[in-house]
């Protein structure tokens, strides 16, 4: 930032001056003349290499017309002189509205002088002096000479800046000494210049002329904000601006202001209350200006920070196993975070029946966030959902919370298994699988039971002896297949649906005979020794008849 400051007050520093004004010297010849003062102009041109350091070209003149001398009274004398200096002239603030400076310059003074003399006062005759010209008259004798003389010029001056290009020079006072050869006249002596020094002051006042340079850059100004993104109660927002091209040794005026929230402003930091900050973007603006420096002489910057929405916790919760029986254990798995890191104030645990207790807490690793484990009891709770809800509330008052759903079924009531109730046998020599009247009649007993108890089922296994002929093939089979017709539209019309009814084959020996098992509601049948009959593979004469028995019948 210095060096940038520095950069912006070299620029104000022209490249070169030009001065024009009035000034006058007060001589003091050290004769007989008495001192006297000359006036006239000034004028200079001055190159400057840095703010400080500057090379200066003078000429100047001055002129008086009436002088006294000595005793001898006034005379009318003609006194011109002309400096031609050089020199340094170091400055201090050159670039600041007031500019003193110190001078040193060397050079010469051209000195032409003459006055007339009346003739009675004259010694007769006049002796010639070198360098002065006498030219006698009827009443009066001029006397004239021209000299040249190393000529010094030390002081100091100040000039105040009215603009970038024209400065005003209150006064410049510097002491003349010069070295002028003594003129006397023989007669009159010590006339002038007494002394080869001659001690003089010179004061000037002028406008000086500015040349070069480019314009003051302007100052800059640079807002920052920390953090530039941030949760209501996460505040302060600390605010800083960086400045550039102002002048380093002034003190600046900063100003601050907000879109909103309370701005307490120290110099070139702030800081911005969000407490009370809605959810948002915001910016905050500084004004500096250097109350000493003219146009331009002041910057703004703007940087914006963002308040963000707070987020409740998040929750959430599961059950294992989802479904029980009355007395048994749910575990309840819980996760909570705070996506804000925010303290938690309070969490709760309830269930919509049973008895709920929270076990072992884990805290997590960033604020806010834990896990637990909390067991429900389901001592005689009636069958249903059971709801256990879980919330959470931080520090903030933000509040979130998770429900998990656990049903309980009532135990399952015992169904018994198959019964068998009731066989019949299968005698018939010449039609093994023909239903006799004797089966018929257990068959109508079964067909009863169906009809009382409409919601019960029917397996018949149909057996055979192991040594049955082996003409016919599936007995067993088939002696359940004409069962199975006889209840759903035999002779007695029972009309028992035909999809309550299984048919079966017993895979070991059992006898000439088909067994009918009962299944009530709900029960299943677990005899493990059968096999499920497929009644479209079976033939269509299914009354089991035996080959060479009806060859026999025939030949009789």
Request: net charge neutral; aromatic share 8%; glycine share 8%.
């Given at each position: 930032m210095l060096a940038a400051a520095m950069y912006s007050v070299a620029q104000e520093v022209p490249k070169a001056e030009v001065y024009a004004g009035y000034t006058f010297v007060r001589f003091y010849p050290s004769g007989v003349t008495n001192a006297f003062t000359a006036n006239g102009g000034i004028g200079s041109f001055q190159y400057n290499f840095t703010s400080h350091f500057s090379f200066v070209a003078e000429l100047g003149g001055v002129?008086?017309?009436?002088?006294?001398?000595?005793?001898?009274?006034?005379?009318?004398?003609?006194?011109?002189?002309?400096?031609?200096?050089?020199?340094?002239r170091v400055f201090f603030n050159k670039a600041g509205v007031v500019s003193p400076f110190v001078e040193v310059l060397f050079g010469g003074f051209h000195n032409s002088r003459s006055f007339f003399v009346?003739?009675?006062?004259?010694?007769?005759?006049?002796?010639?002096?070198?360098?002065?010209?006498?030219?006698p008259g009827p009443i009066y004798t001029k006397f004239a000479s021209t000299q040249n003389a190393f000529a010094l010029a030390t002081?100091?001056?100040?000039?105040?800046?009215?603009?970038?290009?024209?400065?005003?020079?209150?006064?410049?006072?510097?002491?003349?000494?010069?070295?002028?050869?003594?003129?006397?006249?023989?007669?009159?002596?010590?006339?002038?210049n007494n002394t080869n020094w001659q001690q003089n002051l010179r004061y000037s006042t002028g406008i000086n002329f500015r040349f070069g340079g480019a314009p003051p850059v302007p100052p800059t100004a640079a807002c920052n904000v920390t953090p530039q993104e941030l949760l209501p109660w996460a505040g302060p927002v600390n605010a800083s601006v960086q400045t550039t091209n102002f002048n380093p040794r002034h003190d600046l005026d900063v100003s601050w202001t907000s879109t909103s929230g309370a701005v307490a402003g120290n110099g070139t930091a702030a800081t911005i209350d969000t407490t009370n900050l809605s959810p948002g973007s915001y910016t905050v603006d500084a004004h500096v200006a250097d109350p000493r420096q003219r146009n331009p002489n002041s910057a703004t910057c703007t940087a914006s920070f963002t308040v963000r929405q707070p987020q409740a916790p998040q929750v959430a919760c599961s059950v294992s196993p989802s479904t029980v029986h009355p007395g048994d254990a749910v575990t309840v798995n819980v996760e909570a975070s705070s996506p804000d890191e925010s303290q938690l104030a309070k969490?709760?645990?309830?269930?919509?029946?049973?008895?709920l207790r929270e076990g072992e807490t884990t805290r997590g690793s960033q604020p806010g966030s834990f896990t637990t484990v909390a067991t429900l009891d389901t001592a005689n709770v009636p069958p249903g959902p059971v709801n256990i809800n879980v919330g959470v509330t931080d520090v903030h008052g933000l509040s979130g919370s998770c429900v998990a759903t656990a049903n309980v079924i009532a135990e399952p009531v015992a169904v018994a298994s198959e019964t068998l109730i009731s066989d019949c046998e299968f005698n018939n020599p010449r039609k093994l699988a023909r239903v006799d009247n004797e089966c018929k009649a257990v068959l109508d007993e079964v067909a009863l039971r169906l009809q009382h108890e409409p919601n019960g089922k029917l397996v018949v296994v149909g057996c055979e002896e192991e040594k049955e002929d082996i003409t016919v093939a599936n007995v067993g089979a088939l002696r359940a297949a004409n069962a199975k017709t006889y209840l759903t539209g035999g002779?007695?019309?029972?009309?028992?649906?035909?999809?309550?009814?299984?048919?079966?084959?017993?895979?070991?020996?059992?006898?000439?005979?088909?067994?009918?098992?009962f299944v009530p509601e709900g029960g299943t049948f677990t005899q493990k020794d059968t096999v499920i009959v497929d009644e479209s593979i079976l033939p269509a004469d299914r009354s089991g008849a035996v080959a060479g028995a009806t060859r026999r019948k025939k030949r009789k």
């Amino acid at each position: 930032m210095l060096a940038a400051a520095m950069y912006s007050v070299a620029q104000e520093v022209p490249k070169a001056e030009v001065y024009a004004g009035y000034t006058f010297v007060r001589f003091y010849p050290s004769g007989v003349t008495n001192a006297f003062t000359a006036n006239g102009g000034i004028g200079s041109f001055q190159y400057n290499f840095t703010s400080h350091f500057s090379f200066v070209a003078e000429l100047g003149g001055v002129h008086n017309g009436r002088l006294s001398i000595g005793d001898l009274g006034s005379f009318s004398p003609d006194q011109t002189a002309f400096t031609y200096l050089f020199g340094p002239r170091v400055f201090f603030n050159k670039a600041g509205v007031v500019s003193p400076f110190v001078e040193v310059l060397f050079g010469g003074f051209h000195n032409s002088r003459s006055f007339f003399v009346p003739n009675d006062l004259l010694p007769v005759p006049i002796l010639p002096v070198r360098g002065v010209t006498v030219t006698p008259g009827p009443i009066y004798t001029k006397f004239a000479s021209t000299q040249n003389a190393f000529a010094l010029a030390t002081g100091l001056g100040v000039d105040i800046r009215l603009s970038r290009l024209i400065s005003f020079r209150p006064i410049e006072l510097d002491y003349l000494p010069t070295h002028f050869s003594p003129f006397n006249i023989s007669g009159i002596p010590g006339t002038f210049n007494n002394t080869n020094w001659q001690q003089n002051l010179r004061y000037s006042t002028g406008i000086n002329f500015r040349f070069g340079g480019a314009p003051p850059v302007p100052p800059t100004a640079a807002c920052n904000v920390t953090p530039q993104e941030l949760l209501p109660w996460a505040g302060p927002v600390n605010a800083s601006v960086q400045t550039t091209n102002f002048n380093p040794r002034h003190d600046l005026d900063v100003s601050w202001t907000s879109t909103s929230g309370a701005v307490a402003g120290n110099g070139t930091a702030a800081t911005i209350d969000t407490t009370n900050l809605s959810p948002g973007s915001y910016t905050v603006d500084a004004h500096v200006a250097d109350p000493r420096q003219r146009n331009p002489n002041s910057a703004t910057c703007t940087a914006s920070f963002t308040v963000r929405q707070p987020q409740a916790p998040q929750v959430a919760c599961s059950v294992s196993p989802s479904t029980v029986h009355p007395g048994d254990a749910v575990t309840v798995n819980v996760e909570a975070s705070s996506p804000d890191e925010s303290q938690l104030a309070k969490r709760t645990f309830n269930a919509s029946a049973g008895a709920l207790r929270e076990g072992e807490t884990t805290r997590g690793s960033q604020p806010g966030s834990f896990t637990t484990v909390a067991t429900l009891d389901t001592a005689n709770v009636p069958p249903g959902p059971v709801n256990i809800n879980v919330g959470v509330t931080d520090v903030h008052g933000l509040s979130g919370s998770c429900v998990a759903t656990a049903n309980v079924i009532a135990e399952p009531v015992a169904v018994a298994s198959e019964t068998l109730i009731s066989d019949c046998e299968f005698n018939n020599p010449r039609k093994l699988a023909r239903v006799d009247n004797e089966c018929k009649a257990v068959l109508d007993e079964v067909a009863l039971r169906l009809q009382h108890e409409p919601n019960g089922k029917l397996v018949v296994v149909g057996c055979e002896e192991e040594k049955e002929d082996i003409t016919v093939a599936n007995v067993g089979a088939l002696r359940a297949a004409n069962a199975k017709t006889y209840l759903t539209g035999g002779e007695a019309k029972q009309q028992i649906d035909a999809s309550r009814i299984e048919i079966r084959t017993n895979s070991g020996a059992c006898g000439k005979r088909a067994n009918f098992y009962f299944v009530p509601e709900g029960g299943t049948f677990t005899q493990k020794d059968t096999v499920i009959v497929d009644e479209s593979i079976l033939p269509a004469d299914r009354s089991g008849a035996v080959a060479g028995a009806t060859r026999r019948k025939k030949r009789k």
